[in-house]
């Protein structure tokens, strides 16, 4: 089983029998390489002996032919064209070739003695002869030279162009993941290929086709499905996987029924990359520090577009890039989704069910950038009969006041388990901040409902403290909405910080709204009153349309900075309907 | 809109002013004057009365400072802002802990 933790080849133990099945079994050798690079060669030879020799043949028929009677500078200048041809086209060997062969034809039909191979008498033909092998030398030299800087500098500002617009785009694409791959994709049509799929390394190990991008003749249609071919496993002889494990791209100059098989995953895989006609690929890794991240797979379908060590090293660098942007891709969602995870801890689960009593809340955390929110809220039972509802703000934001956020929460859950008043409950809680941070506060405001059965009249009893914050506001079913008590000292920072108790009595269809300043406008000097006003409009509407109204006026309200949290609560006397008899009816 | 802080030595104490919205955006600013001007050990004045929005990082800034010179057993006076930020100290229950003029001239005498 060790053996299954690594990436190395062999086949994993672990792996299910199932998911082998889906490999076909013919998809098993990966073509050997060095092979199909010999074969190229000896097609480029084969072609540069036919140029060079069919070129000296032609002119010598045709010349032959015409029977001139001093032909030998009128030849000599026409054998010189089929040597350019044969250097331009197939390299400077091949021109000297040619003008071997151009070279015997002029002696053995145009020196004198004509028709021999001896060597001339004619002064005039043995200067012709050196000439021409001087000009054909410096011919063909100057040709070839001049064609492979002229190739090799366009290709290197190809190289150079592409990889600044891949560059480019994999720094915009910044941050998502699918993005920045189909950019990826993208960037390579149609500069490098006609088709590229990106594959990536999920978390368990299997590899997944991310994306793909093609352009013409590819039909789109057609490689879109690509996207759904089945995942590969890690110790598939699959020739994606063989790149992943080994770290080492492959290059396949040429591409047979054999290469296919070794990347095709299905029958319908394989079809579908038969379909596409592929004339040379490449499969590249994407390097980074952890290991192979993935690959990316180019291929070609045009007859020019032909792949080799030049095109792969393009590739490897395009790789290189995009590793590094996809590693950053990663580092952030994870450092997201736990910061997301640290931001949902500090929300109750699940919200308590109290008979005849709705709740309901709008909670906005800070999510810009990188930074939490501190605002944090809370509602748990205390009793047969008694509730606690909390709504706090840690001051500043990030990871660390996010653990604060938690400090303060569970602190004030555990004061609750043996301390009934609001006030006793905060001051554990100033006592808890101040010996864990000395730099940082917290603002709550705390409310225990207590409820009370009296016949079939419902009524509670609510004592409310604050720390700092402000007060919580209790809306009668008349429209009338006011303050409960006054805030207190803030908590975290003074040893002797006070805090008092209010009690009010609720009556059915009262409602209780707490808060984080974050709904307030604090740009105007009296933003409660303005809050109280819209409140005032609300008596009489249940929990859920009093959370919306006043959460609708502050993402009204120019609030950039802060994040808000608004909990409101009010007697409704209904209980869900699933729920076993009412246990108080609405007058 | 950012913030103008500046820091005056007076012969007996050193005023610092700031002018425009203290939250976490200017914080880092205000606390690097805050803290240069301290080295002197001279009674602090903290002028908020051209100051027009604090937020809790602002309020947290005002209450270090205020920790810092307790400990370096420096006095610590704050001219009250205009109401949106007396608000804020209102409601953190500040009111009583820390020192607040109405005005400058109030303040430690130069």
């Known amino acids: 089983m060790q053996r299954s933790r690594t990436l190395a080849g062999g086949s994993d133990p672990s792996f299910p029998e199932s998911a082998r099945a889906r490999i076909p079994t013919r998809a098993?050798?990966?073509?050997?390489?060095?092979?199909?690079?010999?074969?190229?060669?000896?097609?480029?030879?084969?072609?540069?002996?036919?140029?060079?020799?069919?070129?000296?043949?032609?002119?010598?028929?045709?010349?032959?032919?015409?029977?001139?009677?001093?032909?030998?500078?009128?030849?000599?200048?026409?054998?010189?064209?089929?040597?350019?041809?044969?250097?331009?086209?197939?390299?400077?060997?091949?021109?000297?070739?040619?003008?071997?062969?151009?070279?015997?034809?002029?002696?053995?039909?145009?020196?004198?003695?004509?028709?021999?191979?001896?060597?001339?008498?004619?002064?005039?033909?043995?200067?012709?002869?050196?000439?021409?092998?001087?000009?054909?030398?410096?011919?063909?030299?100057?040709?070839?030279?001049?064609?492979?800087?002229?190739?090799?500098?366009?290709?290197?500002?190809?190289?150079?162009?592409?990889?600044?617009?891949?560059?480019?785009?994999?720094?915009?694409?910044?941050?998502?993941?699918?993005?920045?791959?189909?950019e990826l994709a993208n960037v390579t049509i149609p500069a490098i290929a006609d088709i590229c799929i990106v594959d990536l390394v999920d978390p368990d190990r299997t590899i997944t086709t991310m994306a793909v991008a093609s352009g013409e003749p590819v039909r789109a249609a057609l490689a879109d499905n690509l996207h759904h071919m089945p995942p590969i496993q890690p110790s598939s002889p699959n020739a994606v996987a063989e790149v992943i494990r080994s770290g080492k791209a492959v290059l396949y100059e040429t591409v047979d029924e054999d290469v296919l098989r070794g990347l095709a995953r299905t029958p319908d895989h394989m079809a579908l990359l038969l379909g596409f006609h592929l004339r040379a690929l490449m499969i590249v890794p994407l390097p980074s520090r952890g290991g192979i991240l993935g690959t990316i797979t180019l291929g070609s379908v045009r007859p020019r577009r032909r792949y080799g060590q030049e095109e792969l090293s393009l590739a490897g660098d395009l790789a290189v890039r995009?590793?590094?942007?996809?590693?950053?891709?990663?580092?952030?969602?994870?450092?997201?989704?736990?910061?997301?995870?640290?931001?949902?801890?500090?929300?109750?689960?699940?919200?308590?069910?109290?008979?005849?009593?709705?709740?309901?809340?709008?909670?906005?955390?800070?999510?810009?950038?990188?930074?939490?929110?501190?605002?944090?809220?809370?509602?748990?039972?205390?009793?047969?009969?008694?509730?606690?509802?909390?709504?706090?703000?840690?001051?500043?934001?990030?990871?660390?006041?996010?653990?604060?956020?938690?400090?303060?929460?569970?602190?004030?859950?555990?004061?609750?388990?043996?301390?009934?008043?609001?006030?006793?409950?905060?001051?554990?809680?100033?006592?808890?901040?101040?010996?864990?941070?000395?730099?940082?506060?917290?603002?709550?405001?705390?409310?225990?409902?207590?409820?009370?059965?009296?016949?079939?009249?419902?009524?509670?009893?609510?004592?409310?403290?604050?720390?700092?914050?402000?007060?919580?506001?209790?809306?009668?079913?008349?429209?009338?909405?006011?303050?409960?008590?006054?805030?207190?000292?803030?908590?975290?920072?003074?040893?002797?910080?006070?805090?008092?108790?209010?009690?009010?009595?609720?009556?059915?269809?009262?409602?209780?709204?707490?808060?984080?300043?974050?709904?307030?406008?604090?740009?105007?000097?009296?933003?409660?009153?303005?809050?109280?006003?819209?409140?005032?409009?609300?008596?009489?509407?249940?929990?859920?349309?009093?959370?919306?109204r006043l959460d609708a006026t502050a993402s009204r309200a120019d609030v950039v900075f802060d994040d808000r949290a608004v909990l409101v609560f009010r007697l409704s006397g209904e209980t869900e309907p699933e729920e076993t008899p009412r246990l108080w009816r609405s007058t | 809109m950012a913030i103008d802080v500046s820091a005056e030595r007076q012969p007996s104490r050193l005023v610092v002013r700031l002018a425009g919205e203290l939250d976490i955006a200017s914080v880092p600013q205000v606390e690097t004057v805050l803290r240069r001007a301290e080295e002197d050990l001279k009674p602090l004045v903290l002028d908020l009365s051209g100051l027009s929005f604090i937020d809790s990082s602002g309020l947290r800034l005002v209450l270090t400072a205020h920790a810092r010179a307790r400990d370096a057993g420096v006095s610590f006076t704050i001219v009250r802002g205009p109401e949106p930020v007396r608000r804020v100290f209102r409601v953190a229950h500040l009111d009583d802990r820390l020192t607040f003029v109405d005005t400058l001239d109030e303040a430690t005498p130069s």
């Open chain 1, 28 to 182: 098993v050798r990966i073509p050997d390489r060095p092979l199909s690079v010999v074969a190229k060669r000896w097609r480029t030879l084969v072609r540069g002996i036919l140029i060079a020799a069919a070129g000296p043949a032609a002119v010598t028929a045709v010349v032959v032919r015409v029977d001139l009677s001093r032909p030998f500078q009128v030849a000599a200048l026409l054998y010189l064209l089929p040597i350019t041809a044969a250097t331009f086209f197939a390299g400077m060997w091949a021109g000297l070739l040619s003008a071997a062969a151009s070279f015997v034809g002029l002696l053995y039909y145009f020196a004198e003695p004509m028709r021999s191979f001896r060597w001339p008498h004619a002064t005039e033909d043995i200067v012709g002869l050196t000439v021409f092998v001087a000009v054909s030398y410096i011919l063909a030299r100057s040709i070839s030279a001049e064609h492979g800087t002229r190739v090799s500098s366009e290709a290197a500002e190809r190289h150079v162009s592409f990889l600044a617009a891949a560059n480019e785009i994999i720094a915009r694409s910044a941050l998502d993941l699918t993005k920045t791959l189909s």
């Open chain 1, 322 to 548: 995009a590793a590094t942007a996809l590693e950053n891709v990663r580092l952030y969602e994870e450092r997201d989704r736990s910061a997301q995870a640290l931001q949902e801890s500090l929300l109750p689960t699940r919200m308590p069910e109290i008979p005849a009593v709705e709740i309901a809340y709008r909670f906005h955390p800070f999510t810009e950038a990188d930074l939490i929110g501190g605002d944090f809220f809370d509602v748990f039972q205390t009793g047969a009969r008694s509730w606690a509802f909390v709504v706090g703000d840690v001051c500043g934001k990030g990871s660390e006041a996010a653990a604060l956020t938690g400090l303060a929460r569970n602190t004030i859950r555990a004061a609750a388990m043996s301390r009934a008043e609001p006030s006793s409950i905060l001051g554990v809680l100033n006592q808890a901040i101040i010996r864990h941070d000395i730099d940082r506060y917290c603002t709550a405001a705390y409310a225990r409902l207590d409820l009370i059965a009296d016949g079939d009249d419902l009524r509670a009893r609510l004592v409310v403290s604050s720390g700092g914050h402000p007060a919580p506001i209790v809306l009668r079913r008349s429209g009338v909405a006011e303050e409960i008590g006054r805030s207190g000292t803030l908590l975290g920072v003074f040893p002797d910080a006070e805090q008092t108790d209010t009690e009010i009595d609720l009556s059915l269809g009262d409602a209780v709204v707490l808060y984080t300043d974050g709904l307030l406008d604090e740009r105007q000097a009296t933003p409660e009153l303005k809050l109280l006003s819209i409140l005032t409009e609300c008596g009489g509407a249940d929990a859920e349309a009093i959370a919306e």
